[in-house]
């Protein structure tokens, strides 16, 4: 069994500030881990994705994140907000279940992004 | 290139109408999903496929939900008898391989509105 819990469901910052957007995971196995960034009216798009190589990862536009097995948390960063981030962004796991891919969407984070 | 196609892009239908929504994936990928995605929410798993195989259809949420993909490439998702719970934004992704680590490629979705 596997879920994801995006711990906020609104983030509002300032244009230039940090960005943390708080993501955590429960599953059996070693899962792969993805965050998905959906602007209005536009498809869903992969920012990064973790498949146990290293933990730190850096994706699209400036965004990484960290996978701690500890913590079972994959936080998504980004140092500075920019105007065009704002979106709604999904954490995901995917697990083999039975042969398969089985994937799990959050709930969702909508960013709000001030000038 | 082509990325996953969906249409039609905005469907309207009377309560208790058929629909069918049809998906194209990236041409070659083995793997295709169906997501429903409600308004304000994440993508709900609906059905997987591993070419022309059904693996999963444990989120179809009743009978009246089906999906096919007869040659392995194009799937259709129909939904008989629609009621008003049925209005969400239907998403069909594909993948390249069969692997928990693979990145999935949305289409743009369908709009469905059931009056």
């Known amino acids: 069994a596997q879920s994801v819990t995006q711990l906020d469901s609104h983030v509002s910052v300032s244009e230039g500030t940090p960005v943390l957007l708080r993501c955590n995971y429960s599953s059996s196995y070693s899962p792969s881990l993805f965050w998905y960034v959906q602007h209005p009216n536009k498809g869903l798009q992969l920012l990064l994705k973790?498949?146990?190589?290293?933990?730190l990862v850096k994706g699209i536009n400036g965004f990484e994140a960290e996978f701690k097995k500890s913590e079972t948390s994959f936080h998504l960063t980004k140092p500075s907000a920019h105007m065009s981030d704002a979106a709604e962004y999904f954490c995901v796991v995917s697990g083999d279940s039975g042969g398969y891919q089985k994937v799990t969407f959050g709930t969702g984070t909508k960013l709000q992004v001030i000038p | 290139g082509a990325g996953v196609s969906q249409s039609p892009r905005y469907k309207v239908a009377k309560r208790g109408q058929d629909v069918a929504l049809r998906c194209d994936p990236i041409?070659?990928?083995?793997?295709l999903f169906w997501y429903q995605q409600a308004l304000g929410q994440g993508p709900e798993f609906l059905t997987y496929?591993?070419?022309?195989?059904?693996?999963?259809k444990s989120g179809l949420p009743s009978d009246r939900f089906f999906a096919e993909r007869p040659e392995g490439s194009v799937s259709t998702l129909k939904i008989q008898r629609t009621q008003q719970e049925d209005s969400a934004v239907y998403l069909c992704a594909s993948s390249p391989v069969q692997r928990e680590s693979s990145e999935q490629f949305f289409g743009p979705g369908t709009r469905l509105t059931v009056l």
């Open positions: 973790y498949t146990s190589a290293a933990t």
């Open positions: 496929f591993q070419n022309e195989a059904q693996l999963d």
């Open positions: 041409s070659g990928h083995v793997s």
